[in-house]
């Protein structure tokens, strides 16, 4: 049954190339194929595709900003700390929550009721706010 259904079907498929084939005008001799007209026709589609390609691109990028500044979560700073590793500190609320990134998991480090870290500090200075930050926390 399965044989007979593929048979059929290939049967279709070759007709539908039959008259596709049919249906392709010949050109004359000495007729052009590529006229000025045609060439402009194709570069001002050409155009309205990149110009729907940027304005969606735009659209998505404003969407994602303005839906950003709604969320509870930020994150504030990150570290490299291997080819895959990564400490980050997120602004979840009033809170920071120290994280430890890896391919494979999340972990909790640490919870800090006050910020580490402001949200108007450069990235620079995550590193050293963060070794004081874990020093203050070993202490007891």
Not at 4 to 20: M, P, Q
Request: hydrophobic content about 50%; aromatic content about 4%; cysteine-free.
């Amino acid at each position: 049954m399965r044989a007979f259904k593929r048979f059929i079907a290939s049967l279709g498929a070759l007709g539908s190339t039959a008259v596709l084939a049919a249906e392709q005008p010949t050109l004359a001799k000495g007729q052009e194929v590529l006229t000025g007209s045609s060439i402009a026709q194709v570069v001002l589609a050409l155009g309205v595709v990149l110009a729907a390609i940027f304005l969606l691109a735009w659209l998505a990028k404003r969407i994602n900003g303005v839906h950003a500044a709604h969320q509870q979560m930020k994150v504030v700073a990150t570290l490299a700390v291997g080819t895959r590793e990564r400490v980050m500190l997120v602004q979840v609320g009033e809170k920071q929550v120290l994280l430890g990134v890896t391919a494979g998991s999340i972990s909790h480090l640490a919870s800090y009721d006050e910020p580490v870290i402001p949200q108007d500090t450069p990235k620079e200075a995550f590193a050293v706010s963060l070794r004081q930050a874990m020093q203050r926390e070993d202490k007891p």
